[in-house]
């Protein structure tokens, strides 16, 4: 009987301690070093993982009958429930991909096999680690021979499409809005598709080259995103894409990359294509990259920067209208798409349609009619409410133009925002100073930048939300018909 209280307790903190650890890894692209040193809560890897582990080290190593029962019971009555808890109230929780399955299909195996071993000797609680160890080693190496696989079918596939046109895009933000903008002006000519939502790692972009994309696909828009130097590089050797747009390069993902040069060049890695016909990059980015030489293959000619010439941009509340030169002439268009910050990215997309044969005159009727990019600046009318959902904004530049263009309204304005991820102290402090000139009431969410905010945020009401749980009281109590709200970068409660 005790041999199988002691079993139950093992196998209740393997798999609770294997839980909160895949939750965390798939948060951050499996990377056991990024949740020790990158993980905003770190708080919660004292209470789930560093000190139940210690306790269970504790009661295991000496393995007294007493004190290993009284581990048991701080499992299966505080450790095990408060993560459930945990899990149940978090809004990004697990996802039960083919990894995480396989995971758990080989701990499940390796706790059997380990109990069946030492069911037959003596047993040692602490032994009980092993499979956990080894289950997330095991895996790792199935998924990367799976990955391996799927590498090989999705280059096949693509070598195998000598007609289909490929056009990747990336940038330190921007590349989802400008490959949906692209995506809605093709669409109108070609046979178009795109990689869905903001989908732009190479495992991603190989599952979707296997999965999704159709053989009468005519031009395939895809995403090209970065953590550290060579991700790109991978992407472009996958793709080999005839085109490609280099947007805006900013601090994004600066704690990855340490310098503004580091970034610029992962993300002209993009031009190693050996298939590049021709290249948009923006003007700006292009003078980060100046001091380093283009690859061999590339001639200038090859190479266009946008936006280019542009005029009389005026954005508002409604709508934003400019003027842009295309083949030499001025074309002026007209959009429900908010934002200035939009018009470089619109016209990135037009000068790449333009390039590629679509009608001027079918761009700007196309351009006239967009559909605004969800959760990017999107506009709605809820209870009377003006609701701006910029959730999925995370650059200082797009959060000042948002804020800017709130503070076109007359009425009260509340912003819901957790401040910049994954950014440095200096935007933050630049975008409360921003926040406080604007908004009459600002709720911070998560613990992030709280602090910071709190700081520089002197002149609105503020209100500061450790997880999200009560946002939604807060907001039904705190505004009222006529206010407008803005949820600027508004991010899980993990972070």
Not at 19 to 34: G, H
Not at 316 to 341: A, P, R
Request: net charge positive; with cysteine; charged share 20%.
């Amino acid at each position: 009987m005790g041999l199988i209280i002691d079993s139950i307790v093992c196998w209740g903190f393997s798999l609770g301690l294997s839980l909160y650890l895949i939750t965390n890894l798939q948060w951050y692209n499996y990377s056991f070093y990024r949740i020790f040193t990158k993980h905003h809560k770190l708080s919660w890897h004292f209470y789930y993982f560093f000190l139940p582990l210690l306790l269970f080290v504790i009661a295991a190593s000496g393995y007294s009958k007493i004190g290993f029962y009284i581990f048991g019971i701080l499992c299966f009555g505080c450790y095990i429930p408060f993560l459930l808890l945990w899990h149940l109230h978090l809004d990004k929780r697990l996802v039960f991909t083919h990894r995480v399955i396989s995971f758990f299909i080989i701990l499940l195996f390796l706790l059997s096999l380990h109990q069946i071993v030492f069911s037959l000797g003596h047993f040692i609680p602490l032994s009980f680690l092993i499979p956990v160890v080894l289950s997330f080693i095991l895996s790792a190496l199935y998924e990367r021979l799976l990955f391996s696989r799927y590498l090989a079918l999705a280059k096949s596939k693509i070598r195998s499409s000598k007609d289909l046109k490929i056009i990747s895009i990336t940038g330190s933000f921007g590349k989802t809005s400008m490959k949906n903008f692209l995506y809605q002006i093709l669409r109108t000519q070609f046979n178009v598709y795109a990689t869905p939502r903001s989908v732009n790692t190479i495992k991603g972009i190989v599952g979707d080259i296997n999965e999704n994309l159709d053989s009468q696909t005519q031009i395939y828009i895809t995403e090209a995103g970065a953590r550290q130097k060579g991700d790109i590089k991978q992407i472009a050797n996958l793709l080999d894409p005839q085109y490609i747009i280099i947007g805006e390069i900013g601090p994004q993902h600066i704690e990855y990359f340490k310098t503004l040069d580091n970034i610029a060049k992962t993300k002209f890695e993009l031009l190693e294509s050996k298939r590049l016909q021709k290249a948009l990059i923006h003007q700006g980015s292009e003078l980060i990259y100046k001091n380093d030489a283009l690859p061999p293959h590339i001639t200038r000619d090859k190479i266009i920067l946008y936006p280019g010439n542009l005029q009389n941009i005026h954005t508002t509340l409604e709508k934003t209208s400019f003027d842009l030169e295309v083949k030499k002439e001025f074309i002026h268009f007209e959009t429900n798409i908010l934002g200035t910050f939009n018009v470089s990215n619109l016209a990135a997309a037009i000068l790449m349609a333009s390039h590629l044969g679509v009608n001027i005159e079918k761009i700007q009727r196309c351009v006239a009619n967009m559909e605004p990019i969800a959760h990017r600046l999107q506009k709605s009318i809820v209870g009377g409410k003006i609701i701006l959902d910029d959730s999925f904004n995370g650059n200082l530049a797009g959060m000042k133009e948002a804020i800017r263009i709130a503070g076109l309204h007359t009425g009260k304005k509340v912003i819901i925002t957790p401040g910049l991820v994954e950014s440095d102290i200096p935007s933050n402090i630049e975008l409360a100073k921003a926040i406080d000139e604007v908004f009459d009431l600002a709720i911070i969410t998560g613990e992030l930048n709280s602090k910071l905010l709190s700081e520089y945020i002197k002149r609105p009401q503020k209100i500061i939300l450790k997880n999200k749980s009560q946002l939604e009281n807060i907001l039904l109590t705190s505004t009222y018909k006529g206010d407008l709200l803005l949820f600027a970068n508004d991010a899980p409660n993990f972070i």
